[in-house]
């Protein structure tokens, strides 16, 4: 066993070393010229080292667990645009953002057109959890059904929905806007089944509840899947214009312009007066 550096700071700087603790060795110096110019207290000296350590350790953690969530477009609350969607109720996001519906395992159900903000949202709400420790996969509806396809024909299917459904919160990005493929509907009920007040849910869509059936191409599947995901849930919808397209909106023509929603489920009506009751 080697022996220790004869002066105290030579010793601290070694021990740093053997604790690997890089960033109090970085700024060692400095706080030691503080402390000899009376900047600093002993006390003040140990909790600007110790402390300049833990928050560099806490962004290494947080960069890696982002990376293990693949939340790789960093989005926050801070950065979205509540002004823009005044249909959006900032408190109660700000609510989410708290973190209990991971300790009740909900699931949030993010709707709205294209544009308006749903996976920014749904990241940044990732992203707040991730900061508390909490464990998160973030994936695409079309991702995890091609995922548990290529598992299924792998015949470890199993393993991988026990590894999706692992983490405390699970948000699922993009229902509805690609047609899902044959017995895809299927792979992803297991998988919602499994998860079902296991943990957290959070999901996004530009498709109304109603047409679940027509865009899991079959009703009885879709009508189980709401079953199960509309159970402790909460719902949240956006009935507001494009961000991305805030500043070439009047190019956008009117058959384009998407109705929120919840417009979008509703039954039509007949056109015309009633149909005149006939005598038996």
């Known amino acids: 066993m080697r022996a220790l550096p004869e002066t105290p700071l030579e010793r601290i700087r070694a021990h740093l070393v053997g604790m690997k603790m890089s960033r109090a060795l970085e700024v060692l ?5 503080r402390i000899e110019d009376g900047q ?13 350590e833990r928050a560099t350790r806490e962004t290494r953690r947080i960069k890696s667990c982002l990376m293990t969530a693949r939340l790789t477009r960093i989005k926050t609350l801070e950065g979205f645009d509540f002004s823009f969607q005044p249909s959006l109720d900032k408190n109660r ?9 991971i300790e009740r395992g909900e699931v949030i159900h ?5 544009g308006t903000g749903k996976s920014h949202l749904a990241v940044a709400l990732g ?3 991730v900061k508390a420790g909490k464990s998160v996969y973030f994936t695409t509806l079309a991702e995890i059904i091609d995922t548990l396809s290529k598992a ?3 015949g470890k299917l199993a393993q991988r929905i026990a590894y999706i459904i692992r983490p405390a919160l699970l948000i699922i990005d993009e229902v509805g806007y690609l047609p899902v493929q044959k017995g895809g509907a299927n792979l992803f009920f297991q998988l919602v089944n ?20 027509e865009v899991f191409g079959d009703t009885v599947v879709a009508a189980a899947l709401l079953d199960r995901l509309l159970h402790h849930a909460i719902v949240i919808e956006i009935a507001g214009n494009s961000y991305r397209l805030r500043e070439h ?8 312009r998407l109705p929120p929603v919840s417009a979008q489920t509703k039954p039509k009506r007949r056109r015309g007066r009633p149909r005149k009751k006939t005598s038996k």
């Open 40 to 52: 600093l207290s002993a006390l003040e000296f140990l909790d600007e080292l110790l402390g300049e």
């Open 152 to 154: 299924e024909r792998e």
């Open 127 to 129: 992203v707040e959890a």
């Open 249 to 256: 909106a009047k190019l956008v023509p009117d058959s384009l």
């Open 93 to 101: 996001i700000l609510a989410l953002a708290e973190l209990s519906f």
């Open 29 to 33: 110096d400095d706080c030691v010229r």
């Open 194 to 213: 499994a998860r079902y007040e296991r943990g957290a849910v959070i999901l996004t869509s530009n498709r109304g509840f109603g047409e679940w059936g």
């Open 110 to 114: 993010l709707l709205g057109p294209p």
